[in-house]
């Protein structure tokens, strides 16, 4: 940029910064009253937790250990369950097949014919 | 269990400390917005006037972009502040002209509609001097800065704003290109051409 260039941006530059300075007071404190409007909002819109409510977060942390205290009891006790459960879903296997269900009520009978055919043996 | 019970015990003391520390963090935070926008604000209000040409509306816009910096952009790092904020106030602007624009189809037809404002009398606060300049200085730094808005205002808008924010606000030419939403090369473009033009009509001698 040359020297004229420069000279112009200098002067630009500094007849802002007299202009601003010289402000009027009524403008001032428009501007004031602009940036402490700013200010309150970035207040409002930040979530901090207040001191009062400590105790009560105190509180709501001992729910919460409760809660997962008793969550874990629960499970334990489900564990009876589970074995009973297994034998159910066996059942649901034998259901979901293909053979012949009148075919497994002859399974005694099918017995019985091994055991004949092993004697015969 | 003991276990359990013993981090209990000491929850309500790690809620209060991030409590204390989030609340010394907004803290810190307000008072760096704060210093920010106080540096900030008075070179706002006069781009912003010379752009409308309306002192009140002006004071409208800078507030509103006051008030989306605080509300959007406050935790961004503080270094992205101005350039985010004289970005919100260039779209203020360029919302308000086109306003202003289909106001003038609409209405401007009608005898008496507009008024400008700084022609008005009767502000009792118009006659409070500013603090460094004497009333012969002061009258003749108006007429060379009434000069220098005049040809301004005769610039294309981005050349405008390249110049207002390169020149006048001193942005980098990054921050400048984040403010306009445009390249760095269109950044340099465009002041340079601000430069050129603003020679021409303003002279040597200026």
Partial sequence: ?121 | MFDTLAQTLTLPTLVGELAAREERTLLDQIQALDKFLAGVERRAFQMARMAVRDADEAMDIVQDAMIKLARNYANRPSDEWRPLFYRILNNRIRDWQRRRVVRNKLFGWLPGTFVDDEDEGGDPYQDVPGTTHGPTEQLMLSDAMVTLQAALRELPARQQQAFCLRNIEGLDVAQTAMAMGCSEGSVKTHYSRAVHTLRERLGDTW
């Fill in chain 1, 1 to 121: 940029m040359d020297e004229q260039s420069a000279r112009l941006e200098q002067r630009a530059r500094e007849l802002f910064d007299d202009s601003a300075a010289a402000l009027d007071a009524r403008t001032l404190s428009r501007l004031n009253r602009a940036r402490q409007a700013a200010l309150d909002v970035a207040r409002k819109d930040r979530v901090v937790i207040p001191r009062w409510l400590l105790p009560a977060s105190s509180v709501a942390a001992l729910a919460l250990v409760a809660a997962i205290t008793f969550q874990h009891v629960r499970m334990s006790s489900h564990d009876e369950l589970g074995a009973q459960a297994s034998s159910a879903m066996e059942d649901m296997e034998i259901m979901a097949s293909n053979e012949d269900l009148d075919l497994l009520q002859d399974v005694d009978f099918y017995d019985s014919l091994d055991a004949t055919e092993d004697e015969v043996s």
